[in-house]
């Protein structure tokens, strides 16, 4: 099997799908590895680290797209809505496509693929199962995200983190509030311990509260349950309009104590909820940072401009997206390890295993022999079940 790695198209995009450390397992499970010139240059891979470790450099994108029978990227079609669509006569029947596609964004992105005769697999569809951590993609890139927007809001607030006993007196630490508990929540929290903060964390479903304490952070208990708190596969589930109205009535006073509030919640497939209303903004210090990391689903924070960072009411709100792109060394690193580990779980003795028994298998996949497979997707979008199922299975 012969594996193509584009450069990636996104405007800003930095990241790189596999970096040469990567490969040696690759191709050991008996793939070649085709690389477009300049594809890991922004990362800080140059292409002689790719030819070093056995990759061939192509100098055009088209020729990786004609030769590779799996191309993996990191923004793949539909997860690029500016430059994705180019990308789309390129494409060949059959071949395989791994990536962030956004499964959940439009139907007629996935379509797109399916028309194109492809079998994709959708990374963010990954189960959280023991057995896939390892190919969690979503949990890389959060855990850079979580990471990088608490060094953002460091910069913006007009106070020092940590409490210093100085010559010129003491300097009280600052109060860091984190809204959100998964993996960008606990990355967060962790940074911002290590910076020196004073850091609280709520989020809605009890169980984290543990995972919070052991990091060192006072979990924030509001008098309000939520019902059916996440779903089976871990994620936070939506909430009706009353939770969150009740939710924010309680938040308020808990976000006017604090300089930085770091909002992490969202739903798949669903718009996030709003947790910060423009009052509580209003209510917060003045040199006050917001950093919403759901920005890109509209944002948690009700005055949140997606991609820009604004001051309201004296308070710095960031809502820049795509955070895992400036760190695009470590987070591609992150990246290729999670594709790899799928990836030898996909071809074996270089050939391609559709093993639709296997649940990481199955539950990734989203196109198949011109059809959208995905159960998951076809229930959320509220599509016909396939009429011969038994089909994808062959």
Known sequence: MIVG???????GERRVALVPGALANLIKAGMEIVVEAGAGEQAGYPDSDYVARGAKILPQRSEVFRVAEILVQVLGHGANDRNGSADLPLF???????????????MDSIKDLASRG???????????????QSMDALSSMATVAGYKAVLLAADALPKLFPMLTTAAGTITPARVLILGVGVAGLQAIATARRLGAVVSAYDLRPAVKEQVQSLGARFVELAIEAKDAQDVRGYATAQDESFYR?????????????????TTAVIPGKKAPTLVTKEMVAAMAPGS????????????????????KAV????????WINLASSVPYHASQMYARNLTTFLTLLVKEGKLQLNLNDDIIRETLVTHRGEVVNTRLREFFSLPALAVQEETRK
């Open 5 to 11: 790695v584009p450069r990636e198209s996104f405007p």
């Open 92 to 106: 060949h029947r059959d071949q395989i496509l791994v990536g962030f596609l956004r499964p959940f964004g439009a």
């Open 118 to 132: 492809l079998t994709s697999f959708s990374v963010e569809l990954m189960p959280r199962i023991t057995r896939a």
């Open 246 to 262: 009740q939710q924010r009535e309680l938040l308020g006073k808990v976000i006017a104590e604090h300089d930085v509030v770091i």
């Open 289 to 308: 940072v917001i950093v919403d990391l759901a920005a890109e689903r509209g944002g948690n924070c009700e005055l949140t401009h997606p991609g820009e």
């Open 312 to 319: 309201e009411h004296g308070v710095t709100i960031i809502g």
